[in-house]
């Protein structure tokens, strides 16, 4: 570990900034053994948006261009719009800055094989944004399932479900944009459960082989209020101008394991009452079990001569990362991902190693979105 805090730049201020910068607020409380870190500069354009919040998140200063940035920090977070991911990230790598990127890896697959790339030739560390394989639970599903506990894997399901775009006038966001996200609720959403599926069963069943996928989009265009845009806004007419919705409100696929496993995967941003439901269940010849988002301290676990699934608490000290936080029973939430997610990144970083979900990890997963979106587009199975 190096003995100097590692300085940290962050591109991006607002939701995941706010979770990442409260992480490395907690990681010295927590996991002391954690490299330590300066929340050196924040990056945005607003300026009195970037000072406000420096000042909020603890950063000691601000910036406006990441091209200032990127070889003057030890780490650079780029957690910006999926279509500022690759320039920013591949400078810092270039600069052998170490980079951690928000998922997906990028907005088009050219963009996340050329950071893959540079990743590849850089000797600094690269990680991306897949928090939920740092869930106590997800790891100790993922113990079981390696050990042999559930046998064979023949069934991957999972799905990731929202609602915040059921009403046809909630505002228009770079997220239903193409060029600016690359795809909808199936990079957003679709991206974390592929990578879990990925993540758990891999070593068990292989990668994903060939797969099937469809897309779809409710609603065509949204509202931009007047006063959000200036440039699209009525003047002083009351009107409202719109936006064309150009990715995907849902998408469904299913996929097939080189072990011969068979997978389907769903998430949608239209299914009404469902806030943050990201399920996974895997079964086996010898057991299965189910992991929901909403309940994430809590595994749904059969396991061979069970005549009924058990639901486990993962709270114990003897429970990954558990040990850090509270006595058992005491739960933790979605933000200890991130705190369990930067200990692991940082960890790597200070001693020059790889990290894992990697870069690798990121343009794979890359690869099966746009496999998802070409086999919605022709009609066909695509072999990945």
């Known amino acids: 570990m190096t ?8 591109l991006g201020y607002r939701f995941m900034g706010k979770a990442h910068a409260n992480a490395l607020a907690r990681l010295p409380m927590f996991f002391p053994e954690a490299p330590a870190v300066k929340r050196d500069v924040i990056v945005g354009r607003d300026e009195e948006a970037l000072a406000e919040a420096a000042d909020q998140l603890g950063f000691e200063r601000y910036a406006t261009d990441w091209a200032d940035v990127v070889d003057e920090v030890d780490v650079f977070y780029n957690l910006g ?33 050329r950071m893959r790339d540079a ?28 050990s042999g506990e559930l046998g064979d894997i023949h069934h991957v399901r999972g799905r990731y479900l929202q609602d915040w775009l059921v009403d046809p006038e909630a505002p228009w966001s770079w997220r239903n ?5 690359g795809s909808g609720a199936l990079g957003d ?35 931009v209020p007047g006063g959000d845009d200036g440039s699209l806004s009525g003047e002083g007419d009351g009107s409202t101008e719109t936006r064309e919705v ?14 011969g496993a068979m997978a389907t995967f769903e998430a949608s941003r239209f299914a009404n009452g469902r806030k943050n439901d990201h399920t996974i269940a895997i079964e086996g ?4 079990l189910s992991f929901s988002l909403e309940r994430l301290n809590e595994l749904e676990l059969l396991t061979e001569g069970d005549r009924g699934f058990q639901t486990v608490n993962v709270t114990d000290p003897d429970d990954p990362y558990i040990d850090h936080w509270w006595p058992p029973g005491h739960v933790i939430g979605w933000e200890h991902t991130f705190v369990h997610e930067n200990y692991e990144f940082l960890s790597a970083a200070a001693a020059g190693e790889d990290h894992s979900p990697s870069f690798e990890d990121g343009y794979r997963v890359q690869e099966l979105l746009a496999a998802i979106e070409d086999s919605d587009e022709s009609g066909e199975w695509v072999d990945v």
């Not at 944009?177 to 996200?181: D, N, R, V």
């Open 285 to 288: 010849s010898k057991g299965s």
């Open 246 to 259: 150009t990715v995907d409100d849902a998408y469904t696929a299913q996929a097939e394991f080189e072990s």
């Open 3 to 10: 003995e100097e805090p590692l300085s940290v730049g962050v």
């Open 177 to 181: 944009s193409k060029e600016l996200a």
């Open 189 to 223: 959403l679709g991206a974390h459960t592929i990578d879990l599926a990925r993540f758990l069963v891999g070593d068990r069943a292989g990668d994903i082989s060939r797969l099937s996928g469809h897309l779809q989009t409710f609603v065509d265009e949204r509202p």
């Open 119 to 146: 990743a590849r030739d850089s000797s600094a560390t690269a990680g991306i944004a897949f928090n939920y394989r740092f869930i106590p639970a997800i790891r100790y599903a993922k113990n079981l399932i390696d």
């Open 81 to 113: 719009p999926n279509n500022i991911h690759a320039d920013p990230s591949i400078a810092a790598l270039e600069a052998d800055t170490h980079v951690f990127c928000e998922k997906p890896l990028a907005h088009t697959l050219d963009d996340a094989e």
